[in-house]
């Protein structure tokens, strides 16, 4: 927790661990551990060279050549926001790592309104898209951010809805109070429809495979990032990878009792394995589906996700009503 | 929103040299107007200047993926024209080449197809298995994909020792794989999702637009030169012409992907009933054959490619016409994309298995 009176630890804690340092490796390390996993599912090898171990380091290596990279501008562009945007996009993304904690000590900032604060981030992604789609003032950007506006404003609805249940029970908006309360038992077996509403809409959010359709290349090259190369991209990429990471710990501690577990393995370790099964289930999917079309996207989200999400918040109710919880 | 125009291509990342030129009002197309001819090459004008037997290189260098079955019409053609015999293990060893380089044209189509539904396991195990094909192909031709093994009068060579050993584990690991394929993207829920009813073109449509190949027996329309006009051994083979009534982009798919399995079935039956003999008769390098017109069709991995070839009695054909399925099967862009979704035109575009080489030739 911060603690105003140790200046010097608050800051270790937000640069270092468990801040920004720790969120880039651990960034750096998913994006060469799902290049190895699809290389794996599709019976590639994946990345090989750089690095001793298994091409660990090609990540580095690819953002390290994005630094170098000429910023291109576009004439067309609004200049100003084109350039902000990734900037804009990395601190949305960022702001949501210090209200996630990966252990009862190791959080940046804990708030009696932290599930909030976090979906009111996850509802402005959204707009950090359109600024960068309208700012590249292209066709294909602005027909990628319209889709990734409709498609984050819909998902966020059900996701939303699907924690309800957990507040309810856990009787806070506290990520802390909520870990705390799945010491009996984890959410995840009291509140299995919402674990895949979250899921669901959480692969939506990332626009990950089969909701991929914003950066459909075939038909829109590669939606709102069409215009943006060199570090400009590498910031985007990096704050969709936060983003990832952050909805990765999120479930964690909504649904898989966060750092709860035997005792001799230390809690942030537990924290830190179970992000990885969820990192792993959540990109196991683009080895395995298509790409959706938007106007199914759509009606899956309006449908399918929401009615189910209020389901399990009946469900929820139930339990509440008759397991005294 | 008021109506954009969009030009997807003509170096676009999944359309190949070919430009289609879209006006979308929101997410439904209104107009799409292929516009071909970025790759023309002129390969017909250039045939008139190159003798018979130059003319396959040429001939097959717009198909590369079914390079066999581009030249095979034209062989016919030129046999029929000189009056050449062809032996009976030529034949035998035609059909084997024609009918491996369909599997791997429609391994590629199907790769291809993965990546414009944004399925990139789709894309990389069927290139991968290619491969399979592929080594067999060099083993016997000498190289991966431009062959130029098919020569008036039978083939350029013999096969190699041990080849039908490698093809039958060639082909059995094909098989393996073939229900692996089945079960992971043909019952996809996702891909059923985005290819059925998606793209429906009628029997009656089929038939007016003059579609061919799988996109025709994809409307359910048993439509196939190996059975229609034997050529070659194929009257003494046994195969089922595949059809599939719905006419949507699944319909195709599945028209492609029982192909394969068809294919394999007459690879088998060739290998075993494989003559001794020679492999080429013996002609003069320089043909030069009578006066006269001839047309041959068979049938490519894409559908009917036909030649018309006219002959004045020089060592160059007077005048070549190519029929490519590519082409053929052009007028049924704009008739399917009218109306669909945008998300839809890539699955449309691919399920016709347009190779923009052979239509512009």
Known sequence: MLDLNEPLASLLQVLVFPGLTFALIFVLFMVWYERKLLAKMQLRVGPLYAGRFEGILQPMADFIKLLFKEVIVPKQADKFFFLLAPTFMMAVSASMLALIPLSASQVIADSNVALLIIIALLSLSPLTIIVAAWASNNKYSLIGGLRALHQMTSYAIPMSFSILGIVLMSGSFSLLAIVESQRSSWFILLQPLGAVVFYLAALAELERVPFDIPEAETEIVMGWETEYSGINYGIIMTATYIKFYALAVLFTDLFLGGWLGPAPVPPVIWTILKTLLVVTLMMIPRGVYPRLRVDQMLRFGWTGLLPLSLVNLLIGLVEIAYLKL | ?361
């Open chain 2, 1 to 361: 929103m008021s109506e954009v125009t969009l030009n997807i291509g003509p170096q676009h990342p999944g359309s190949g040299h070919f430009r289609l030129v879209v006006s979308v009002d929101g997410d439904t197309i209104t107009k799409a107007t292929p516009d071909p001819g970025y790759v023309h090459r002129g390969v017909e004008k250039q045939a008139e200047y190159r003798e018979y037997l130059q003319n396959i290189p040429l001939l097959e260098r717009p198909v590369i993926s079914d390079s066999n079955g581009s030249v095979y019409a034209y062989v016919l053609a030129v046999e029929r024209l000189a009056g050449l015999t062809v032996p009976e293990r030529a034949q035998y060893i035609r059909v084997l080449m024609a009918e491996l380089n369909r599997i791997m044209s429609h391994l590629y189509w199907l790769a291809i197809f993965g990546i414009f539904l944004g399925h990139s396991t789709m894309f990389m195990w069927p290139f991968g298995d290619r491969e399979a094909v592929i080594d067999l192909a060099q083993r016997a031709m000498g190289t991966r994909l431009t062959y130029s093994y098919f020569v008036p009068g039978g083939v350029r060579n013999d096969l190699p020792d041990g080849f039908k050993d490698q093809a039958i584990r060639a082909i059995e690991f094909l098989e393996k794989r073939l229900i692996e394929y089945n079960a992971i993207f043909m019952k996809n829920p996702v891909f059923l999702q985005r290819t059925r009813g998606v793209g429906i073109l009628r029997t009656d449509d089929a038939i007016k637009l003059g579609v061919v190949g799988p996109t025709l027996r994809g409307s359910g329309i048993d439509a196939d030169a190996r059975k229609d006009e034997p050529y070659d051994v194929y009257d003494k083979l046994e195969f089922d012409i595949p059809t599939f009534p719905n006419g949507d982009c699944y319909s195709r798919s599945l028209v492609r992907l029982e192909e394969i399995k068809q294919s394999i079935r007459i690879v088998r039956q060739v290998l075993e009933a494989m003559p001794p003999g020679a492999f080429r008769a013996r002609n003069p390098s320089v043909l030069k054959p009578p006066r006269g017109s001839v047309y041959t069709r068979t049938e490519a991995a894409r559908g009917t490619y036909a030649y018309f070839i006219t002959s004045k009695g020089d060592k160059t054909p007077y005048r070549l016409k190519i029929s490519s399925p590519s082409f053929r099967n052009l007028p049924a862009f704009e008739f399917l994309m009218r109306g669909s979704h945008l998300a839809d035109m890539p699955t449309i575009y691919w399920s016709l298995d347009y190779w923009p080489l052979e239509a512009d030739r």
